[in-house]
Nanobody, 127 residues
Framework: QEQLVESGGGLVPGGGSLRLSCAAS????????MAWFRQAPGKEREFVAA????????YYADSVKGRFTISRDNAKNTVYLQMNSMKPEDTAVYYC????????????????????WGQGTQVTVSS
């Protein structure tokens, strides 16, 4: 069974930065499309970013484009989310997700496009 474990969350002031990590156990992630989602209190889980298994292509939600960067290190079986210029509205629980299914990244921004999920890590941005 594939397991994903997020880390790196915490409290950061507005304008600050954090880097989230998602480490996998079980099968390798190297052939998986990976993504980050987030869920704020009282809101639906929303797509943040995705990356192809090679790392060559990425796709971002408009709300984070230019501020967040998704990357991966297949040798370490880990996916990252670098978050810069953070805003209070970025406050949420951040989830790592993966799937072995193929497709165009811009068509893979729904939660049901992904089969494996981590438990989430809390990110809080103070104003």
């Amino acid at each position: 069974q594939e397991q994903l474990v997020e880390s790196g969350g915490g409290l950061v002031p507005g304008g600050g930065s954090l880097r989230l990590s998602c480490a996998a156990s079980g099968r390798t992630l190297s052939r998986y499309v990976m993504a980050w989602f987030r869920q704020a209190p009282g809101k639906e889980r929303e797509f943040v970013a995705a990356i192809t298994w090679t790392g060559a292509t990425t796709y971002y939600a408009d709300s984070v484009k230019g501020r967040f960067t998704i990357s991966r290190d297949n040798a370490k079986n880990t996916v990252y989310l670098q978050m810069n210029s953070m805003k209070p509205e970025d406050t949420a629980v951040y989830y790592c997700a993966g799937t072995g299914r193929g497709g165009l990244l811009y068509q893979m921004s729904g939660r049901y496009d992904y089969d494996y999920w981590g438990q989430g890590t809390q990110v809080t941005v103070s104003s």
